[in-house]
């Protein structure tokens, strides 16, 4: 259940996040060096590759798992929330104040030390 709506939701949130980092974050780095984080390239052997692109898509991919971690956190707590309600009986049992020896919550006397239990 927790992976089928972390798939659907991640694909909701996905532009989202993809939107944040774009027109965001990447422009916020962009401050501190020219043509933004998707700009840094490496030259390897006449090869380029784009470390900036790489690190926008581990930012991406940051949020996003931080997002549905939240959003499963809250979902959990709600249906535990739902369970403990219905787990909440009465209790059958109750302990003997004299002989401490657990008898049923009806009884008047304890069956083990034979006292007298009306409470």
Wanted: aromatic content about 8%; some cysteine; charged content about 20%.
């Amino acid at each position: 259940m927790d992976m089928a709506i972390g798939v659907i939701i991640g694909g909701a949130f996905a532009s989202i996040i993809s939107a944040l980092t774009d027109y965001i974050i990447n422009p916020i780095i962009g401050c501190f060096a020219t043509g933004g984080l998707e700009g840094w390239t490496i030259t390897i052997w006449k090869a380029e590759l784009g470390i900036g692109a790489f690190i926008m898509a581990i930012i991406n991919f940051i949020i996003l798992a931080f997002v549905l971690f939240l959003m499963l956190k809250a979902m959990n707590k709600l249906l535990n929330a739902r369970k403990k309600k219905e787990e909440e009986t009465e209790p059958l049992t109750k302990k003997c104040p004299l002989c401490c020896s657990e008898i049923d919550i009806k009884a008047i006397k304890c069956p083990c030390c034979t006292g007298d239990i009306r409470e």
